[in-house]
């Protein structure tokens, strides 16, 4: 069984520009999360997404924004992107998010230059 | 705003030694996860503490959760280079897919 795969695995934008990132969940879990990773900040909740409908959201600013697709494939998309974006973005996919084990991603390490 | 402390920070140790990583909250929690993240992976889930005062073993590894469910701890024994990464602990925030992770402490093993 496939895991959650998440593209791309790097990416270098600059200041201003705006970026998505994509994640495919495990074949059957309609839960997909979005996080992310700084060294100063740890792991943080960005949101979560449920049959196409976002559930939670963490506290993060609207230039950060995602979306999920009728085969819960989701995206993530950042805009008018700052120097202080750049983290590793995690995606975890899980079966109906509640009380069932959340499956992480490899990341999309993301750089603003 | 809940905040999970993990302690120590960071931890460099010798093959074969045992140590001890704890996670601390003010808040009760029905229940409390740890994870271990390696260099360039997502975190992977080690195991799930729901009962006050409960132990659960895997291998090596040795979990506690406190009598108030406020705290947890991670026991390994006999340490080894693969144990080398980021353990993390977090809870599930709204009973849905949205976990609150703790600040983390980097182990390393050094063979």
């Known amino acids: 069984k496939a895991g959650v795969t998440q593209t791309p695995r790097y990416l270098i934008k600059t200041r201003g520009q705006q970026v998505t990132l994509s994640c495919s969940p495990i074949?059957?879990?309609?839960?997909v999360s979005w996080y992310q990773q700084t060294p100063g900040q740890g792991l943080q909740f960005l949101f979560e997404?449920?049959?196409?409908?976002?559930?939670n959201k963490g506290n993060f600013p609207g230039r950060f924004s995602g979306r999920q697709f009728s085969n819960s494939r989701s995206e993530m998309n950042v805009s008018t992107l700052e120097l202080g974006d750049s983290a590793l973005y995690l995606c975890?996919?899980?079966?109906?998010?509640?009380?069932?084990?959340?499956?992480f991603g490899q990341g999309t390490r993301l750089t603003v230059v | 705003t809940q905040l999970l402390k993990q302690s120590p920070q960071f931890l460099s140790i010798q093959e074969g030694e045992n140590l001890t990583v704890y996670c601390n909250s003010s808040?009760?929690?029905?229940?409390l996860q740890w994870y271990r993240q390696e260099p360039g992976e997502g975190p992977v889930l080690l195991v799930t503490?729901?009962?006050?005062?409960e132990v659960k073993k895997l291998k090596r590894l040795t979990f506690q959760f406190g009598d108030a469910r406020k705290d947890s701890s991670l026991h390994i024994t006999a340490a080894q280079p693969g144990d080398t990464g980021l353990y993390l602990c977090?809870?599930?925030?709204?009973?849905?897919?949205?976990?609150?992770f703790g600040t983390g402490t980097r182990l390393t093993v050094i063979p």
């Open positions: 503490v729901v009962t006050g005062g």
């Open positions: 074949s059957g879990h309609r839960s």
């Open positions: 975890a996919s899980s079966f109906q998010g509640a009380d069932t084990e959340a499956f």
């Open positions: 977090a809870v599930d925030q709204t009973g849905a897919n949205n976990l609150f």
């Open positions: 997404y449920f049959s196409e409908t976002q559930r």
């Open positions: 808040s009760v929690f029905s229940s």
